[in-house]
């Protein structure tokens, strides 16, 4: 090889490149305007100009056959940005560094690409590949002769930092565009599930065959609702591995995950029929690892009124739980039924149990041995004796309390089982919030 002129001379070699065509053509098919053209034209010269648009022109079809399978490709955005990025190499070839013509249309592009959920990693495979043709091209419209190592450094390094600086903006805007359009699709569905949980009437239908295209997600199935309420400082940690491990599980039933808040996970199992042992165990031991949430089930109901059914067991029990006396596992509705049907307003459940117990709703020890003597009487039938045997008591010791009880309540405990038994049981399950509250 021959040794390369001194960087100006080489700089001034790249003037010399000349188009194949027509002038008039080549400007006719380029998606840069006259004014730009002509701006350009100043700045590098209007032969490598023409010849940089010529050469896009030749890679945009390329470009095209490799992505004939895009819906309405873009195809003369991508042209001005093939000619955006050979104009930038061809003006730092000859010396003119400070166009940014690609990165800028590389930052328009990146956007539509991500909307149009193409690839990533193809988009960039097709860059490093034209890349390399350019490298080619470049070494062949060389205008003097050989070219030594050098003049080849130069070349490939205008071509890489070119090429680099556009790809980096375009990661940036594709990332940044892809995760707004995630975001978004993540709010539509989180809408369409609310919607449908707020009992959407005429429009419930609708919106079920929406999850149902949406989520692959038959609401006529049988449903199982589980919610996790997180702990602040752990909520995302916790939800990505809930959200992975649940939908990794074995077995056939579906999943639809609904991110409700930032510390809360909603998911329903889906089954074709009443799920067994196989599709709620798995499950169960997942959330069993994360002790510091509180997580709840509803019950397996079917249809769209068993969707939002099994969702308000677990959704009211979540809400009741830091009240009651956990044992910490994942909680059943059907274990805390009652206590939720009774307990879900604290306030007027502490009401009801003064009106059933009236001075044995009271904070005292003495109080709370009454409570226990009623319950032992009442769950054994108001047997006396098997009463005595419970508390470890003289069967007379028992029938002086319940007397007792009756003249402080001031009514026979007969007729008033029910009421008692309801009012011990909210006792039993929220302790001091629902006795009465000492006098200041």
């Not at 065959?209 to 038959?218: M, P, V, Y």
């Not at 959330?287 to 308000?312: D, K, N, Q, V, W």
């Not at 009741?320 to 956990?326: E, F, I, M, N, T």
């Amino acid at each position: 090889m021959t040794d390369s002129p001194d960087p100006a001379a080489f700089s001034e070699l790249w003037r010399s490149l000349t188009p194949v065509g027509e002038p008039d053509a080549i400007q006719t098919v380029s998606s840069l305007d006259g004014v730009v053209i002509r701006a350009l034209s100043g700045r590098i010269g209007s032969g490598p100009l023409l010849w940089a648009l010529e050469e896009a022109g030749r890679a945009l079809e390329s470009v095209e056959a490799e992505f004939m399978d895009i819906p309405e490709l873009p195809s003369r955005e991508i042209r001005g940005t093939i000619e955006s990025w050979l104009v930038d190499i061809v003006a730092l070839l000859a010396d003119q560094d400070d166009g940014e013509m690609f990165v800028n249309a590389m930052s328009r592009l990146g956007p539509g690409a991500a909307r149009r959920e193409v690839p990533f990693e193809r988009i960039i495979r097709s860059i490093r590949r034209v890349q390399s043709h350019w490298l080619v091209r470049f070494l062949e419209a060389w205008p003097e002769g050989d070219l030594n190592s050098e003049g080849y450094a130069r070349i490939v390094a205008a071509i890489s930092q070119v090429t680099d600086d556009g790809i980096g903006q375009f990661v940036v805007d594709y990332l940044d565009e892809r995760s707004k359009v995630i975001d978004s699709e993540a709010m539509r569905r989180r809408e369409l599930v609310r919607e449908l949980l707020s009992g959407a009437g005429a429009r419930s239908h609708t919106l079920a065959a929406e999850i149902a295209s949406d989520f692959g997600f038959d609401i006529d199935h049988v449903h199982t609702a589980f919610v996790v309420e997180h702990q602040p400082h752990l909520a995302g940690m916790e939800k990505a591995i809930i959200a992975r491990d649940v939908r990794a599980r074995p077995g056939d039933a579906k999943v639809l995950i609904h991110p409700e808040t930032h510390t809360r996970t909603v998911f329903w199992v889906s089954t074709g029929k009443e799920p067994g042992p196989a599709a709620i165990e798995p499950i169960l031991g997942i959330l069993h690892r994360f002790t510091s949430a509180i997580r709840a089930m509803g019950e397996p109901a079917s249809g769209l009124e068993g969707f939002r059914r099994t969702y308000f067991q677990a959704n009211d029990l979540v809400r009741v739980a830091p009240q009651l006396q956990s044992s910490g596992q994942v909680m059943r509705w059907s274990d805390h039924s009652l206590t939720l049907t009774l307990g879900s307003d604290i306030e007027r459940a502490r009401w009801f149990v003064r009106s059933a117990l009236g001075p044995l709703s009271e904070p005292t020890d003495k109080a709370a041995e009454q409570r226990s003597t009623l319950q032992a009487y009442l769950s054994s039938g108001k047997s006396l004796a098997h009463a005595a045997e419970e508390l470890s008591v003289h069967r007379n010791t028992i029938v002086y309390r319940i007397q007792r009880i009756e003249q402080l309540i001031e009514r026979p405990l007969q007729g008033q089982e029910l009421g008692m038994q309801c009012a011990l049981h909210l006792v039993e399950q929220f302790g001091a919030q629902v006795l009465e509250r000492e006098r200041l």
